[in-house]
């Protein structure tokens, strides 16, 4: 998990295509990594990286980090050592002030590293102000000195911002510890190549026990181990350096050999708190990243939703295929009785028991001979031997409510072989007075008129 | 009549399949009772074709409940009997004992797979001879007859576990009578409404169809925690729709260049148009988005149309449908710190007020003051290479969110909750009462910090649109029956 996988898989996502289906596959066939989102995540980077026209968002970025904090380091580097030697330039006239020195190898480093860890704590609430003052954030404005066409790619990217602190940070510190360097090798070359006589100055009135007592704390971590790095009382006396009056010709000339012992301490305190304690710094702020760039993957557009088609089923209960679409014709034409006769010759009943049948004639005032009831539990054969039996007008009675089979159908096309005329009439039930619903009737028609005798007729 | 014995090869007498690894059940009955309307319902599949005209479904078809591909159960929709007589006189016509009776039934597909007389007989008692279980459907609005006997003594033929389902088409009942003789055929006889079903009736049929074979008691199971984590995965995405459809609306931004010294009248009307046209299709394709969640994509509706018109969002009417009411604003706008400075002045005096009686005026005043009326101003902007634009957006209508989320929430529990063997025209009509159903003041606080984040125009993190659709989760949770 670096930068490169982060905006690999948030360019992937910008143009992803993969369909739910593809990606719960990938869940199922990579169970190594489930439950760890991260890893699914790099995984599926992996897995579809191809897909990436070239160059890549995280090659061009990187390379373009990589390439601006190239150059700021050798810039801070080239600053630290020129600084250094200019700190260290002695004009012969002058000794040089230890202090300066100090300020810059312990004092602002201090100062600098408390402010990172401060803005290392408010990474997370956006864009810190303390960022901005950063160098490194200023590695950002060198965007408009780029190609135009990587300037164009890279402004699209939207980073999260906790993710641009921390990058921003990290790579300060990388500048700070290239800056430290250039003060080190300049005191270094200095020394070695020129005699300085360093002394130390300060309007405030310290006197040299003080001061030593505070150099003393300052080289707290290599005192034990390298007396000598640390300026003695005596020393320090004899390199106190006033500006006015005569105390410079006699004691410093005298000691002048001892004056240089001064910068094993400023080599000691550059190496302890510009380097060291910054290189401490500095490994902070790579765990920072990684736990940012942890939390940016996670808070990236899309993640949620790739992750959920990773790891939920994927649920169907719907038909696979799909069902031909039913055309009913509409157009029913049927002979249609509007008032029943008396009576009739033969009357049946479909699955209607010949009780009822009974009921349902008298009610309608019909009378005939001949009442059977047909179809229902009867058999076929039954069936047969009652349309044998008929003749001449047949009222049939069927449950309007009772959609027609193709039983019925069967049935009524034995019986008008047999007989005259037939008129189905559908009745509701006797709880509803055998009243009917249109919509009941309208079923009856449409499947009579497929029928298309001129013996049937229904009443409605 | 004569009666044949018969003989029947080996390897033809063993019911095809019988152990299949999955349930299977297959909806069977007379024609037009209802058995496409309750495969749809537990399917949740509202493309099935139902109507009143019988025949309708002409061939079977399954409806696998499936993880991942994987098939945890199956249901089977089939054509009704036709000619039911028929098929019994021919099975009745071998003479063999029960045990051979469902390779009689074989036989008879065997036999008659080119008839078109049976084609519908054989389309639904061929998934029963694969291993189906049977759930035999039946009206009971409607009195029984000696018809429905040669069905069920042909379902009876093919030994397949079996249940039956009195379903109730209409008002009348006759369950009485159907118990009755349902019970000499069917171990278990159920009622079931598939244009009312809830869930814990769906849970408590496949509890019932579970009982047909022991060893599907299991596998059901799964199935039912199954349905349980479906909803909530329908939930989740839902939600997840409808935080989009705020964050866009609230923050999207319209913008109409014009070439001219100054913008028309008309060019004015016309961005305050295309950014209203926005909003509604937001909405609209959102709704549809959450339609096709709960597998509703085949649905009618009848619906109003996001009405901006005079926008009086703050008319008493509108504001305590949909959104909320003055007071409430104000109120929500102080505890969620979106006053500061001036607002705070305004709002003390709003808030004294508003309990005198000549509120009106002054309120108006505050009103406008928050944003109450505008939905968003028309801007200028400067010169960009050399044109000007209008712009509208993003929403100022403070009331706006709530109206557009009290709409979705309503929408989505419509949806969730609607049966899928309805077929008719849904009306998406809220009342007034819905809002005290799903907006608490703790919500609106809450709700409140999200809205004006949209409204800032700022980007929103993932972190924190997932916040929010934490939120309206939370309220589909409540809403939508378990
Ligand atoms: N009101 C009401 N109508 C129903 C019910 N079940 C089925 N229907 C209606 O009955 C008709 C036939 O339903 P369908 O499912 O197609 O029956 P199938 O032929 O057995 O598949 C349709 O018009 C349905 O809308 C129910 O429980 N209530
Ligand atoms: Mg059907």
Not at chain 2, 106 to 120: A, C, L, P, T, Y
Not at chain 2, 258 to 273: N, T
Not at chain 2, 327 to 335: D, F, Q, R, V
């Amino acid at each position: 998990m670096n930068l490169k996988s982060y905006l690999d898989l948030y360019e992937l996502l910008q143009t992803d295509t993969t369909t739910r289906e593809e990606n719960r596959a990938f869940g199922l066939t990579h169970v190594v990594v489930k439950n760890r989102p991260i890893e699914q995540l790099l995984a599926w980077v992996n897995e579809h990286r191809a897909k990436l026209k070239k160059p890549l968002l995280s090659e061009t970025f990187s390379s373009y980090l990589y390439g601006v904090t190239l150059t700021l380091t050798l810039i801070a580097f080239v600053l630290g050592f020129l600084s250094g030697v200019g700190l260290l330039s002695y004009s012969g006239h002058e000794p040089v002030n230890v202090i300066y020195f100090m300020v810059m190898v312990v004092f602002f480093p201090l100062f600098t590293m408390t402010l990172t860890l401060i803005s290392m704590i408010r990474a997370n609430t956006a864009q810190s102000l303390l960022v901005h003052i950063s160098p490194a954030f200023w590695m950002e404005k060198i965007l408009y000195f780029l190609p135009h066409k990587m300037q164009e790619n890279l402004k699209e990217v939207k980073i999260n911002p906790l993710l641009t602190n921390w990058i921003v940070i990290m790579r300060s510190q990388i500048i700070a510890l290239a800056f430290s360097f250039g003060l080190l090798l300049a005191l270094l070359g200095m020394v070695a190549t020129k005699d300085i006589a360093f002394a130390w100055s300060t309007t405030l009135s310290i006197s040299p026990e003080s001061f030593h007592r505070f150099l003393n704390t300052v080289a707290f971590s290599w005192r034990e181990y390298y007396p000598s790095a640390v300026p003695s009382v005596e020393l320090i006396e004899q390199s106190q350096y006033f500006r006015l009056g005569d105390k410079l010709s006699e004691e410093m000339i005298t000691n002048a050999s001892k004056l240089g012992e001064w910068w094993k301490f400023l080599a000691f305190a550059t190496i302890f708190y510009a380097i060291i304690l910054r290189f401490g710094i500095y490994l902070l702020s790579v765990f920072g990243l990684k736990r940012a760039i942890k939390k940016s993957f996670l808070t990236l557009n899309g993640v949620k939703r790739l992750l959920s088609e990773m790891n939920e089923p994927i649920i169907s209960t719907h038909s696979s295929r799909d069902e031909k679409k039913f055309m009913p014709n509409n157009d029913s034409y049927i002979q249609v009785v509007s008032s029943l006769d008396t009576s009739y010759d033969v009357v049946q009943g479909w699955a209607i028991p010949k009780a009822q049948l009974v009921v349902i004639s008298d009610s309608m005032q019909v009378i005939s001979p001949k009442l059977f009831e047909v179809g229902g539990g009867n058999t076929l054969d039954e069936d047969s031997e009652i349309i044998n039996k008929s003749h001449g007008e047949v009222l049939l009675y069927v449950k309007a409510w009772e959609p027609p089979t193709m039983d019925f159908v069967d049935f009524l096309e034995e019986l008008i072989r047999r007989v005259d005329k037939v008129i189905v009439y559908p009745v509701g039930t006797s709880q509803e007075h055998y009243k009917t619903q249109s919509k009941e009737v309208e079923v009856w028609a449409r499947k009579l008129s497929t029928l298309n005798h001129k013996k049937v007729w229904l009443k409605r | 009549m004569g009666k044949k014995t018969l003989y029947i090869k080996p390897q033809e007498s063993m019911v095809k399949k019988m152990n299949t690894a999955h349930p299977m059940f297959a909806v069977v009955g007379h024609p037009n009772k209802g058995k496409s309307s309750i495969v749809s319902s537990l399917a949740l599949d509202d493309s099935v074709q139902i109507s009143d005209t019988p025949g309708t479904t002409t061939k079977k078809r399954s409806f696998p409940l499936k993880v991942d591909g994987k098939i945890l159960y199956e249901l089977f929709d089939t054509p009704g009997f036709q000619r039911a007589r028929r098929v019994l006189s021919w099975l009745e016509q071998h003479d063999v004992p029960a045990d051979k009776k469902h390779e009689v039934v074989q036989m008879f597909i065997n036999e008659h797979k080119e008839d078109v007389r049976f084609s519908d007989e054989i389309e639904l008692l061929e998934p029963i001879m694969n291993g189906a279980g049977i759930i035999y459907v039946v009206d009971g609005s409607k009195p029984y007859g000696e018809e429905y006997e040669a069905e069920m003594e042909i379902l009876r033929w093919t030994g397949q576990p079996s249940m039956a389902l009195i379903n109730h088409i209409d008002e009348t009942d006759y369950s009485i009578e159907w118990k009755r003789a349902l019970g000499h055929y069917f171990k278990m006889v159920r009622t079931f409404n598939p244009m009312e079903t809830t869930r814990l009736q769906h849970i408590s049929i496949l509890e019932s169809m579970a009982q047909l074979k022991e060893e599907w008691i299991a596998p059901v199971k799964a199935s039912i925690k199954l349905f349980e984590k479906y909803q909530e995965q329908m939930i989740e995405r839902s939600s997840a729709a409808i935080a989009r459809l705020l964050y866009e609306s609230v923050s999207t931004v319209e913008q109409l260049s014009f070439s001219s010294k100054e913008a028309s009248k008309e060019e004015k009307e016309k961005i305050a148009r295309n950014y209203k046209d926005k909003l509604r299709e937001l909405e609209v394709s959102t709704q549809k988005k959450i339609e096709q969640i709960w597998n509703h994509d085949h649905l009618k509706k009848e619906q109003k149309l996001l009405a901006f018109e005079g926008m009086d969002l703050f008319s008493e009417e509108t504001a305590s449908v949909f959104g909320l009411t003055k007071k409430e604003l104000l109120i929500t706008a102080a505890t969620s710190g979106a006053v500061t400075g001036a607002g705070v002045d305004l709002l003390f005096a709003g808030h004294t007020l508003l309990l005198g009686a000549g509120v009106g005026a002054v309120v108006g005043g505050v009103g406008a003051y928050f944003g109450f009326n505008e939905l968003s101003e028309v801007k200028v902007l400067g010169k960009i290479l050399g044109k000007r634009y209008l712009e509208m957006g993003p929403m100022e209508n403070r009331n706006f969110p709530y109206i557009l989320l009290g709409r979705a929430i309503y929408h989505t529990t419509q949806i969730a909750n609607r049966s899928h063997a309805l077929r008719g025209v849904i009306d998406i009509d809220m009342d007034s009462t819905f809002k005290e159903k799903w907006l608490r003041d703790d919500l609106r606080k809450a709700l409140e910090k999200y809205h004006k984040k949209f409204r800032s125009g700022k980007e929103m993190e993932a972190e924190e649109l997932a916040e929010y659709e934490g939120l309206i989760k939370g309220v589909l949770e409540r809403m939508i029956e378990k």
